[in-house]
C-alpha cells in the first residue's frame, strides 16, 4: 500500500512523522510504503486545513496512492479535529473508491509524540507536558538540547523519532490520538 503523509509544514515535521507512521505500521502488521508530502509545501497550519490545498494534494496523487494521512498540530486548538473531520468528509468526494483521507491532530504537538517514546527528566510530568498548547518550546527544544542532538536535522528530531519508534506501543498508550488513528488505519487497509 502507497501511504502519503501530509504535514503541515514538511521541513522538521518529516523527520518526526515518518518514523512513527513506519511504526505504526509495523505494529499494525501492513505493508506499506510511506512517503511524507513535500510538494507542495504546505508551510503551516492555515494551508494545511484549506481543503483547497488538501484537494491540491489529492488531485496529484491520488493515481498512485491509497491512503493519505493528513498530521497537523492542535496547539491548544479545541475546534482542530472538527475543522479535521470537515477534511475528511470533502474527500469522501474527491478521493474514489479504495481511497481514504484520515486527518489527526497531535495533542499538542507532533513533538510531544517523540517525547512519549523516550524517558523524560525527572521533575516534568507527563500530564503537564500533554495540556501545554507549545510543548515545542517547553520540553522539546530543551530535551533536544540535553540529549545533543538539537544541532542535527531537525533539530533533533530524525535522531529521537527514530529512536521514539522503536517504543511505539508506549507512545500509542501515552498519546490515544494515535491509537486512535491506528484504529482508523486499520479499518481502511
Known amino acids: 500500500m502507497n501511504v502519503l503523509i501530509i504535514p503541515e509544514d514538511f521541513r522538521k515535521d518529516q523527520y518526526m512523522l515518518k518514523p512513527i507512521i513506519s511504526a505504526m505500521f509495523s505494529e499494525i502488521g501492513g505493508s506499506a ?73 497531535a495533542w499538542q ?10 524517558d523524560l527528566p525527572k521533575g516534568w510530568i507527563w500530564q503537564d507536558l500533554r495540556n501545554e498548547p507549545h510543548p515545542k518550546e517547553l520540553y522539546y527544544e530543551p530535551f533536544s538540547k540535553e540529549q545533543n542532538v538539537f544541532h542535527e536535522p531537525g533539530e533533533g528530531r530524525k535522531t529521537l523519532a ?25 479499518q481502511n487497509i
Not at 77 to 104: H, Q, V, Y
Not at 163 to 169: L, Q, V
Open 33 to 105: 510504503k510511506i512517503r511524507v508530502c513535500q510538494d507542495p509545501l504546505l508551510g503551516g497550519i492555515g494551508q494545511a486545513l484549506k481543503w483547497e490545498r488538501i484537494q491540491e494534494i489529492i488531485d496529484r496523487y491520488k493515481g498512485m496512492i491509497k491512503l493519505f494521512l493528513l498530521c497537523v498540530d492542535r496547539d491548544g486548538i479545541e475546534t482542530r479535529k472538527e475543522s479535521l473531520t470537515n477534511i475528511e468528509n470533502l474527500a469522501l468526494d474527491a478521493l474514489p473508491g479504495g481511497k481514504s483521507l484520515i486527518a489527526e491532530n
Open 109 to 118: 504537538e507532533i513533538e510531544v509524540w517523540v517525547l512519549a517514546g523516550h
Open 162 to 186: 527514530i529512536a521514539a519508534a522503536g517504543k511505539y506501543k508506549r507512545m500509542r498508550t501515552l498519546c490515544p490520538e494515535l491509537a486512535e488513528m491506528e484504529k482508523r488505519i486499520r
